[in-house]
């Protein structure tokens, strides 16, 4: 049995696409995951399965939400490694890594795009695209920021979701607690 976290794009944000953690946990145990659990409101799901395959995995999970809600959400799995390899990775400063936010992206981003985005600069705001995550930070929050997930994934033309340095942490713990 191998630990896994899925990451679901944009579920209960601003009224939208409305998903209840109860019923997310349910829908994740009918294919025969284990241990589900569910992190906040925002499509954090810690669970295990035999299946190997995260691309399986995602296009499993996909299709379930699909069916019992009606309604698109992207969905990424990573191990707690992988989460763990991105988080150590960080560029950044210990400040500033505590403050900053992480873009997972589903794809790795094309090469000139990414070239091309680097270039981009707002104020109070630095960022570092890799091939599986962009490293933002700002000074002014991220409710202001010029560069948030949109603006990654249509400079970059990948899906990606975005959660911050506790998010991370938080998942990292829930993940080794099954473990």
Do not use: W
């Not at 795009?113 to 695209?129: Q, R, V």
Request: with cysteine; hydrophobic share 35%.
């Amino acid at each position: 049995m191998k630990t896994y976290i899925a990451l679901l794009r944009g579920i209960n944000v601003s009224g939208q696409k409305k998903v209840p953690m109860e019923q997310l946990r349910e829908l994740f145990a009918k294919p025969g995951f284990q241990n589900v659990q569910t992190y906040i409101q925002s499509g954090n799901v810690i669970f295990q399965s035999t299946e190997k395959n995260k691309i399986d995995l995602e296009q499993m999970i996909y299709s379930s939400i699909q069916d019992h809600f009606g309604f698109e959400v992207s969905v990424l799995v990573k191990t707690s490694n992988e989460i763990k390899d991105i988080l150590v990775a960080c560029p950044f400063s210990k400040v500033k890594k505590e403050s900053s936010y992480f873009t997972l992206l589903h794809n790795i981003p094309d090469k000139e795009l990414t070239l091309s985005t680097s270039k981009e600069s707002y104020p109070n705001e630095a960022f570092i695209i890799t091939n599986d995550c962009v490293y933002f930070y700002t000074e002014t929050g991220y409710g202001k920021a010029k560069c948030n997930n949109n603006f990654f994934e249509r400079k970059l033309k990948v899906t990606a979701t975005t959660r911050n340095y506790k998010t991370m942490l938080k998942l990292l713990s829930l993940s080794a607690e099954i473990n």
